[in-house]
Nanobody, 122 residues
Framework: QLQASGGGLVQAGDSLRLSCSAS????????MGWFRQAPGKERELVSA????????YYAESVKGRFTCSRDNAKSTFYLHMDSLKPEDTAVYYC?????????????????WGQGTLVTVSS
């Protein structure tokens, strides 16, 4: 079970940190990803991290601004977002995969959190 939190209303240029707490499965066995879905758009993978945190993925639109990390001891996955833009406005979902690699497609993620809304005003 995944529980996402940390969303809110911020202004352009602000920072925000999302958290995703996991329970019910050994967290260190999971690849973790952050997806987002804006109104009228498809869900897209924003960032992901492998089981031990040694490998990460970032969408081009967030490279250099977003950083994901994980704390396996706390079973928590994070997304630190800097220099937020209005186009970052979306519902952000954390998701978990049991693959050995970082999947780029949502269909390979087995578990999903409930989503947390991030709204960036201009």
């Amino acid at each position: 079970q995944l529980q996402a939190s940390g969303g809110g209303l911020v202004q352009a240029g602000d920072s925000l940190r999302l958290s995703c707490s996991a329970s019910g499965r050994t967290f260190s066995s999971l690849v973790m990803g952050w997806f987002r879905q804006a109104p009228g758009k498809e869900r897209e993978l924003v960032s992901a991290i492998n089981r031990v945190g040694a490998s990460t993925y970032y969408a081009e639109s967030v490279k250099g601004r977003f950083t994901c990390s994980r704390d396996n001891a706390k079973s928590t996955f994070y997304l630190h977002m800097d220099s937020l833009k209005p186009e970052d406005t979306a519902v952000y979902y954390c998701a978990a995969a049991t693959t050995l690699y970082i999947p780029l497609r949502a269909q390979y993620y087995n578990s999903w959190g409930q989503g947390t809304l991030v709204t960036v005003s201009s």
